[in-house]
DNA sequence: GAATGTGAAGTATTTCACAGCT
DNA sequence: AGCTGTGAAATACTTCACATTC
């Protein structure tokens, strides 16, 4: 099939593996929490635990980056922080929108950890004429009309769909057409974008749907140990079922 | 010397990979999608394309689970359906309760894709007087004195915990020893639980700042080619789309 | 003919374990 | 002595390609 793309945004020049840089933002907090404590050093074992992996893993992300550490000590805190920030793009502003102004994205637009890390919520956007003008998280709210210019006016290169899934693909293709070629997806739906255009997409109940997955099977194999009262009785046909037979239409609208 | 029992008795039997796991959700909700256009049976390619996976993938990742296609043909829309849910216990009514009614707190208690796969928010808790009695998407706030019988009275075993980081580790803590085992984590900060207990974290930021590393870089790359950038459609479903390397969060080593 | 299901091959990621520096 | 940095081994995941089944 020729390969009609490039599957990773182009990753040769320093080829730093996707599941590291998932981990970086995870060490930075942990840094930063050090720093701010005024710890000076830290070795790949506190900082692991600290972080929630293990330090063989952490040893390995930092390999990548380069030698940072020093053999018999640690890692100097500050330095470290400052490493992983250039890493990540921090070092500079990220001026973001917020396309989708009800309760999720009021949320988003409140939400601290955005500002702390180099990102600027530059504007709000909502479809609703009657949000036009009010302010939400002392952000005046704008209306669609206005998303291209918005985003030209602002330089924004990010953008957070947090509309209803039936919005997000026409919300995500004028995203893209006014310049946006990273987006942050919170609507249960699959964008698709031209190559050249990062989505990452969180999806709520996809997390609790694999802690479902979890949770049940640990009530399968242990034995109840401790709980009381088991509500809800299983429909436990684990082993291999007949081919077909019934098949209970088992979904909620 | 601590638990060696890392790994399962080595079957091939229930073994599905977590990556696998981690898909399911995403095909279930294309799935369903078609069920509801009352699409009767789909091929792999197309599921696939609609759930942004290729078909390989797919079909391996089907495969983990059974039999369930027909050669020639593809799969039955409603059966896959059922079989899917039922996989990841969705067939059975999961009560859980978020703590901390903030502006997220209060956006997932609204959240429909919860109530619409099995989940059912049992109930609301924070710890702040003012809001108690205060109904958030018609349900009553509850006072955190009260967790451990409200976990209790409902027999709930999954937690989202949506307070300051600060909080969090309380929090958890409490909801652990009144009985829950399974936690969505939305505060910026590693819980640790003890064995047995699954954490999943849902970070804002770190997603963020994922995007701008990656954004850094193609501002870094830019070459002179960079007017192809316009959404020209390339209809592909090669976008590395969501946020699947994930730490499957467990603690204590 | 069409499309699944799956060994085998290919990649990516994690972990081990230890040489090498401070 | 203590701790980093890293080849090598182990494991996990993805993709290929085709025999098999309808």
Redesign the pocket.
């Known amino acids: 099939?020729a390969?009609g793309r490039t599957?990773?945004p182009a990753?040769r020049s320093r080829g730093i593996?996707?599941?590291?840089v998932?981990?970086l933002p995870l060490y930075l907090r942990a840094l930063t929490a050090l720093s701010e404590r005024s710890v000076p050093t830290?070795?790949?074992?506190?900082?692991a635990a600290a972080a929630g992996?293990?330090?063989?893993?952490l040893?390995?992300?930092?390999?990548?980056l380069?030698?940072?550490?020093?053999?018999?000590?640690?890692?100097d805190v500050e330095y470290l922080v400052y490493q992983i920030s250039r890493e990540l793009g921090l070092t500079q502003d990220w001026p973001v929108v917020i396309v989708g102004i009800g309760n999720l994205g009021a949320a988003l637009a409140n939400y601290g950890g955005f500002a702390s890390r180099g990102f600027r919520v530059a504007a709000l956007i909502d479809a609703d004429p009657a949000m036009a003008g009010k302010p939400v998280a002392g952000i005046p709210v704008q209306h669609t009309d206005d998303l291209e210019k918005i985003i030209k006016d602002n330089g924004v290169s990010i953008g957070v769909i947090a509309t209803p899934a039936g919005a997000a693909q026409q919300v995500c293709d004028r995203l893209v057409a006014a310049g946006v070629t990273s987006i942050l997806n919170f609507a249960p739906t699959v964008l698709s974008v031209p190559d050249g255009v990062d989505v990452r997409k969180v999806d709520l109940s996809i997390e609790l749907q694999i802690l479902a997955f979890h949770e049940q099977r640990k009530a399968g194999e242990e034995t109840a140990a401790g709980d009381a009262a088991l509500p809800a009785a299983t429909r436990d046909d684990s082993a291999d079922q007949g081919p077909d037979g019934d098949v209970p239409a088992v979904m909620p609208a």
């Open positions: 099939m390969t599957h990773r990753t593996p996707e599941a590291t998932a981990r830290v070795s790949s074992e506190e900082l992996v293990n330090s063989a893993k040893r390995k992300d930092f390999s990548y380069g030698s940072y550490g020093t053999r018999g000590v640690g890692y």
